[in-house]
């Protein structure tokens, strides 16, 4: 079992940055694949973005340049750097973890509310 914490958001006008952390507990960290994912209001939960055990990333198409992803194993840490921010980045934003080696055993946390005014 995995328990996941995210904080971070929050209200920032567009062009400004916002730094968002999850801290995840329960498990061994490093063995986990952990994604940061958005909802906005109306539309469906989307990737943001995704950084393997390995630690290769991906990006989702709107967010490249803009968004990095980082993970600290020692810290159990997985850290959303947003910047360049604009209004359609408004959603609520989920730290997700998936376990590496069977994809079986994934885990969400509450959610964190980044809002970017125009």
């Known amino acids: 079992q995995v328990q996941l914490v995210e904080s971070g958001g929050g209200l920032v006008q567009a062009g400004g940055s916002l730094r968002l952390s999850c801290v995840a507990s329960?498990?061994?960290?490093?063995?986990?694949?952990m994604g940061w994912y958005r909802q906005a209001p109306g539309k469906q939960r989307e990737l943001v973005a995704r950084i393997m055990s390995s630690g290769n990333t991906n990006y989702a198409d709107s967010v490249k340049g803009r968004f990095a992803i980082s993970r600290d194993n020692a810290k159990n840490t997985v850290t959303l750097q947003m910047n360049v921010l604009k209004p359609e980045d408004t959603a609520v934003y989920y730290c997700n973890a998936i376990s590496s080696w069977n994809s079986r055993y994934d885990y969400w946390g509450q959610g964190t509310q980044v809002t970017v005014s125009s």
């Open positions: 329960g498990s061994i960290f490093s063995l986990y694949n």
